[in-house]
């Protein structure tokens, strides 16, 4: 990786969306929440306003609990669904197994992830079937409680309705909850062409960790619940964990905005668009090759070891060499232009040379 990451010009930061800024909506209802005085903790317009509009795009009464970073909100979520002797079956290549630094374990006061693989980093329902019920009421042995699915996947895949659906069905069928890490939602959601309630609850997500921050807001995300059994104990949970913010106004003024006018499905539209302009250039540029089409913003290509030399020389910022040799990962942004991705590839055709 770049040592340079702090001065890396916009266009050439591929690291992860979350080196974007803010879209410029989101900025300008941030300092017009600076004004005036509104009472705190949530209690405000700018969260009224918030909770109804995601009421509106699910198409049913939802809780909402704004957080202020997707592993707040996965943990939580995970807390109300399992105790501390459960497990939480989710895809080994999930960012709650390898990129939260064990929070869905602290969160639920020491419950047990357990991976269940599956091609594209999606979890195998035959493989499910197994896990759900595995060691079930045997008291040496932690319980199946829960079904966490990634929604894009950390590789970029996302899940059909269909296979939403399956897996849930499993998970229901053994008496397990299912959750949703949502960071990528809305990029999920342009590829499917769904609306999000045919993506949750119609396919039977029971929590949502919706997330916001990777896709122009700037420190929100937040914890949407389809069962109003688990408001109370989020509610609580959310407090304990010194998430309900008494200047609540800011987050969910960011969120707000973000919901405001279709911003964040054209944002994702963006980004993922982009990585499509990438990965259509790419497979044109002899010596390199795509591990998959991406479906979301994430791409994943092999690259020659003076390509990814020569651009990390010139500028640009990415992960390399992190999976295997040879192996890039480019993340694209709502920020991103047609522009930034034709001078990108035009660097890896010049150095391809």
Not at 39 to 63: C, H, M, Q, S
Request: net charge negative; proline share 5%; charged share 20%.
């Amino acid at each position: 990786m770049s040592t340079t990451l702090a001065t890396t010009p916009s266009g050439r930061a591929f690291i992860s969306d979350n080196m974007a800024g803010a879209s410029p909506q989101i900025a300008r209802a941030v300092s017009d929440a600076a004004a005036g005085q509104v009472l705190p903790y949530g209690n405000d317009p700018f969260t009224d306003r918030a909770r109804r509009k995601l009421g509106e795009i699910f198409e049913r009464d939802v809780d909402v609990f704004p957080v202020s970073t997707g592993s707040a909100a996965n943990g939580l979520s995970l807390a109300a669904l399992t105790p501390p002797w459960g497990s939480v079956l989710s895809h080994p290549d999930s960012h709650i197994n390898h990129d939260e630094c064990g929070a869905p374990e602290f969160f639920t006061n020491g419950a047990k992830l357990v991976g269940v693989p599956g091609p594209d980093s999606k979890i195998d329902p035959a493989m499910l079937e197994v896990a759900v019920r595995r060691r079930a009421g045997d008291v040496h042995s932690v319980q199946p409680s829960a079904v966490s699915l990634s929604q894009a996947t950390e590789s970029g895949s996302v899940y059909t309705l269909d296979e939403i659906r399956r897996l849930s069905a499993i998970a229901k069928d053994a008496g397990l909850r299912v959750h949703m890490d949502g960071a990528r939602f809305a990029n999920a959601l342009d590829h499917l062409g769904a609306t999000p309630a045919e993506m949750t609850w119609k396919v039977g997500v029971d929590v949502l960790s919706f997330g916001a921050t990777k896709n122009g807001a700037m420190t929100a995300d937040a914890i949407v619940s389809f069962d109003p059994a688990l408001a109370t104990e989020l509610a609580f949970r959310a407090k304990r964990a010194g998430q309900l913010t008494s200047k609540m106004r800011f987050h969910t003024a960011q969120i707000d905005a973000y919901l405001t006018d279709g911003l964040w499905l054209r944002n994702a539209r963006q980004a993922n668009a982009m990585a499509t302009r990438l990965g259509d250039g790419l497979k044109a540029i002899p010596g390199t090759g795509l591990l998959a089409t991406p479906q979301s913003n994430i791409l994943f290509c092999r690259l020659p070891q003076q390509v990814a030399e020569g651009l990390l020389a010139e500028g640009y910022a990415f992960y390399h060499d992190r999976w295997e040799a040879g192996i890039v990962r480019f993340v694209t942004a709502f920020s991103h232009s047609t522009d930034d991705i034709d001078q990108l590839l035009d660097a890896v055709r010049r150095h391809s040379h």
